[in-house]
């Protein structure tokens, strides 16, 4: 079984910067993605950024040139550097693992979710 927890969510003013963090513990494959998701209310989950083992990463166009996603120095750990944060970019992130490397797909596994909300 596999257990992500993220950490790093908060309140922060528009133009500000967090940083989320989310480790994954568990069962785990050499190659594998880790991705950030966010939910607003009322809204679908929706991607905001992948990488895979290789580095190779992908954004939502909403959040390009703003926010940054990494791969820690400890296996399996995965950061989003948000920066010139929106009022719209208020919502539930999630850190989701798959267990290959293919960036487009949904994770096989959820953490709990973190909010991060932005005031105007």
């Known amino acids: 079984q596999v257990q992500l927890v993220e950490s790093g969510g908060g309140l922060v003013q528009a133009g500000g910067s967090l940083r989320l963090s989310c480790a994954a513990s568990?069962?785990?494959?050499?190659?594998?993605?880790m991705a950030w998701y966010r939910q607003a209310p009322g809204k679908q989950r929706t991607l905001v950024a992948t990488?895979?083992?290789?580095?190779?990463?992908n954004y939502a166009d909403s959040v390009k040139g703003r926010f940054t996603i990494s791969r820690g120095s400890a296996k399996n750990t995965v950061y989003l550097q948000m920066n010139s944060l929106k009022p719209e970019d208020t919502a539930v992130y999630y850190c989701?693992?798959?267990?290959?490397?293919?960036?487009?797909?949904?994770?096989?596994?959820w953490g709990q979710g973190t909010q991060v909300t932005v005031s105007s």
């Open positions: 568990g069962s785990i494959r050499s190659i594998n993605t």
């Open positions: 989701g693992l798959r267990v290959d490397s293919n960036l487009g797909l949904i994770p096989n596994y």
């Open positions: 990488i895979n083992s290789a580095g190779s990463t």
